[in-house]
């Protein structure tokens, strides 16, 4: 099955993550080139797949769980992170296929994620149950990437439509 993104992991140097269309993130030793833990159930159609402080994100283009967090250390899944708000599903909102997902940088505490069908972003506040704190909506394509800058206060998005966008980021998003 073909593999859409790799990450070392920063506090050991000797483990890589990867997942693509299998449906399953592995833990690989570069050591010893063997797996080491397999997570079962992501769809990983992207760059959608992060670490920080003992957890994995993982971002699943798919109609349901798009957003996931793992525990690092024994591949127990620990909680979904809602995509679609309830008042955009009773809307009748498209949900979004999740293409790109990342974990701030500077202390973890907002997740950014985008992708297609809904073509939109969105920011998470992770001291806030990881609510959503900031969308980017009615972009003409899909957002294949996202990113935020090393001190944290900037995200930008990249799409179909050629375009990356950078959005400064104001206050707690609280």
Known sequence: MRVFCSKFVKEEENLLISGGWDKTIKIWDVRSGDVVRNICGPFICGDSIDMYDGFILS????????LQLWEFSTGKFVEEIQ???????????????????????TG???IVAGGAVAN??????????????ATITDLSRAV?????????????????????????????MD
């Open 108 to 110: 973890g505490d907002l």
């Open 120 to 133: 939109e972003a969105k920011i998470f506040n992770g001291g806030d149950y990881f609510q959503p704190a």
């Open 144 to 172: 294949y990437t996202t990113d935020f800058n090393n001190a944290g206060d900037m995200v930008a998005i990249g799409g179909g439509d050629g375009v990356v966008r950078c959005f400064n980021i104001v206050g707690d």
């Open 83 to 105: 995509f679609q708000t309830n008042a955009e599903k009773q809307a009748g909102g498209a949900a979004c296929q999740i293409y790109s997902t990342q974990f701030q940088k």
């Open 59 to 66: 971002g699943s283009y798919s109609d349901t769980n798009q």
